[in-house]
Each structure stands twice: as C-alpha cells, then as structure tokens.
Nanobody, 125 residues
Framework: QVQVVESGGGLVQTGGSLRLSCTASIFTFGDYAMGWFRQSAGGKEREGIASITGRSGRTLYSDSVRGRFTISKDIAKKTVYMQMNSLKPEDTAMYYC?????????????????WGQGTQVTVSS
C-alpha cells in the first residue's frame, strides 16, 4: 500500500521560512510527477502551487508562490521538498503532497494518483 507522508509544517511569523518534506513509498518514484497543493480554511478548493516532473526535475509554480517557494526532490530517498521563504499570512493553509502518474505535472487535482494526509502551515502577522 502506497503511503505519502508530509512533515515540516508549523507556526511561523510573517517573513519567516519553513521546509516541508514528503516521503512516498512508491516503488517507481522516479516515474511520478510530484506536487504540493494547499487548502485554506473556509472550504476553498485545493490549489496546486508547485510541481516537479518525474525524471527531468523541471519545476512549475503558481503565481502566488513563484519566487518565494522552491520544490525539489531526491529520487534515491523518494522524498520531495518545498522550501518556503518570505511567508505571508495568506500562505496559511493545510499543505498536501501528491504524486501523479502518467502526467508531466502534478499541479491539478485531476492529475493526482496519491495524496498525503496534509501538514498545517500557519503564518502569524
């Protein structure tokens, strides 16, 4: 059974940084595009904010995080990371790691094969 497990969330002040990690127990991890999504309280839909391709490691970012967040991965460790800098209160959300098979990107909920359980990020003003 595949498990996708995030860690690294927490409470940080405006302007601070956090690094999220996600380990996926997928046998062919390198064949999956990986992505980070977030969902804020209040029922807004889950938003894809960063994705990295399976083998080439190309990256894609939403306008809301480009220039502040960096996605990376270590295929040998089956782990994807997201370095989040210059955090703002509007970044407060539950952050989910996802793996998508058969797509170049994992940046939309329709491309997700496996979801993690989420890790909370709270940015205080």
């Amino acid at each position: 059974q595949v498990q996708v497990v995030e860690s690294g969330g927490g409470l940080v002040q405006t302007g601070g940084s956090l690094r999220l990690s996600c380990t996926a127990s997928i046998f062919t991890f390198g064949d999956y595009a990986m992505g980070w999504f977030r969902q804020s309280a209040g029922g807004k839909e889950r938003e894809g904010i960063a994705s990295i391709t399976g083998r080439s490691g190309r990256t894609l970012y939403s306008d809301s995080v480009r220039g502040r967040f960096t996605i990376s991965k270590d295929i040998a460790k089956k782990t994807v990371y997201m370095q989040m800098n210059s955090l703002k209160p509007e970044d407060t959300a539950m952050y989910y790691c996802a793996a998508g098979y058969g797509h170049q990107w994992c940046a939309d909920v329709a491309t997700v094969t496996y979801w993690g359980q989420g890790t909370q990020v709270t940015v205080s003003s």
